[in-house]
Structures are given as structure tokens and as C-alpha cells.
T-cell receptor, first 117, second 115 residues
Framework: GAVVSQHPSRVICKSGTSVKIECRSLDFQATTMFWYRQFPKQSLMLMATSNEGSKATYEQGVEKDKFLINHASLTLSTLTVTSAHPEDSSFYIC?????????????FGPGTRLLVL | EDKVVQSPLSLVVHEGDTVTLNCSYEVTNFRSLLWYKQEKKAPTFLFMLTSSGIEKKSGRLSSILDKKELFSILNITATQTGDSAVYLCAVEAYPSGGSNYKLTFGKGTLLTVNP
């Protein structure tokens, strides 16, 4: 199997606080993990690509100081939304590619719904 | 910039109908095209296509890729209410100057199947 978990599944926070979201590959090693954001009725937008042991690569327009990504091990990547604001409210989804995966084998986590008040 | 365009954006049909969803793309360094089904949570994988003209089938769903015309279709026959979902098309490509293959998603087609 190839299971990816995310925690928490839902979080509500006050404006100005920081929120950490964890993404874990439960039964495989993932050298690469991806973080996406999805606004209502919109598609998934890639935010950043995270490689184990190195700095994340951010997509154009995504602030790296606002969305801190840490990929400390082959099974865990974290996304921290720093000083969250209401406009950061969204559905955040991670995916993980198997260490020796074939083309296209990204496995998605169940997503984290963030609401910033 | 890589682009993936899906049509229609939404579709309402009756149970038993057949539907065709479209996906066109413009990317550099194409590697594969993928179809996903998204209900309330994260997308679930349906198909991955890398070669033109070879139909992939899974039950009532099938898909085919045309790399010359840069599009793919997803067919669903004998639709059921459980097929109601957003269907996402994504293209995996290697961006110029990049170091990882990445997926670019279309906006999706919202399919509603009424009983």
C-alpha cells in the first residue's frame, strides 16, 4: 500500500497565530513531498516541493517565509503557516512520491482544512 | 508556464447516461497525464497515461491520450449517483530549470449524476 496521513484534519485559529500541518508517509519512504493549496471550487495549486534533507522549492508567488516547510525525514514533512491571516484559510493537501516510484506515483494525504478567524 | 484546461467545468446528467470529460494541455517536458476523482477530501487516483492511443479501462471508466493534439478524454458509461464528484486532470512535467517533476492540475469538471 501507499498511505499518506495528514494531521490535523481540521484547524481553526486566530489571526496572527502559527499553524503546523504534518504530512506522513505511513508505509513507504518518500524522498519528495509536495504541498498544495485548494480554494473553494478551484483546483489544486502547487505551493512547494520538499526534498528530504534539503530546502524546499517554492512556486512563484508563494512566500517561503510565510509557509515554512521542513522535510526532516523520509516519512515526514511539515508545513507551518506563520502569522496566519483569514486569506490563508484554505484546504491544504500534501502528496508523497515513493523513493523509487515510477512515473506519476504521487499519493495524496486526506487534506487539512484551515480556517483563520 | 504549464497549462491544463478542462471542459466542461460542470455537467449534470441522469443515471445511466454516458459522459465524456475533456482535458487539454500545454506543457514543456511532458511526462504523463493523470486523472483523479475528488469527492470531499483529497484526490484519488484513476488513471495515468503516457502513450498516445492506448485506452486505459477500469470498469465503467476509460481514458485515452493524444500526444499530438495534446489532449485526453475520460469516459464514464452507465453513470451512477456515486460517480458524482470533481474529476481532475493533471499533467506531470519537468519544468525548465527545475529539479523535480511536478503536477499541474486543471480546474476540474464537477459531475453531478441525478437519480
Amino acid at each position: 500500500g501507499a498511505v499518506v496521513s495528514q494531521h490535523p484534519s481540521r484547524v481553526i485559529c486566530k489571526s496572527g497565530t502559527s499553524v503546523k500541518i504534518e504530512c506522513r508517509s505511513l508505509d513507504f519512504q518518500a524522498t519528495t513531498m509536495f504541498w498544495y493549496r485548494q480554494f473553494p471550487k478551484q483546483s489544486l495549486m502547487l505551493m512547494a516541493t520538499s526534498n528530504e534533507g534539503s530546502k524546499a522549492t517554492y512556486e512563484q508567488g508563494v512566500e517561503k517565509d510565510k509557509f515554512l516547510i521542513n522535510h526532516a525525514s523520509l516519512t515526514l514533512s511539515t508545513l507551518t503557516v506563520t502569522s496566519a491571516h483569514p486569506e490563508d484559510s484554505s484546504f491544504y493537501i500534501c502528496s508523497a512520491r515513493k523513493r523509487q516510484g515510477s512515473v506519476g506515483t504521487q499519493y495524496f494525504g486526506p487534506g487539512t482544512r484551515l480556517l483563520v478567524l | 508556464e504549464d497549462k491544463v484546461v478542462q471542459s466542461p467545468l460542470s455537467l449534470v446528467v441522469h443515471e445511466g447516461d454516458t459522459v465524456t470529460l475533456n482535458c487539454s494541455y500545454e506543457v514543456t517536458n511532458f511526462r504523463s497525464l493523470l486523472w483523479y476523482k475528488q469527492e470531499k477530501k483529497a484526490p484519488t487516483f484513476l488513471f495515468m497515461l503516457t502513450s498516445s492511443g492506448i485506452e486505459k479501462k477500469s470498469g465503467r471508466l476509460s481514458s485515452i491520450l493524444d500526444k499530438k493534439e495534446l489532449f485526453s478524454i475520460l469516459n464514464i458509461t452507465a453513470t451512477q449517483t456515486g460517480d458524482s464528484a470533481v474529476y481532475l486532470c493533471a499533467v506531470e512535467a519537468y519544468p525548465s530549470g527545475g529539479s523535480n517533476y511536478k503536477l499541474t492540475f486543471g480546474k476540474g469538471t464537477l459531475l453531478t449524476v441525478n437519480p
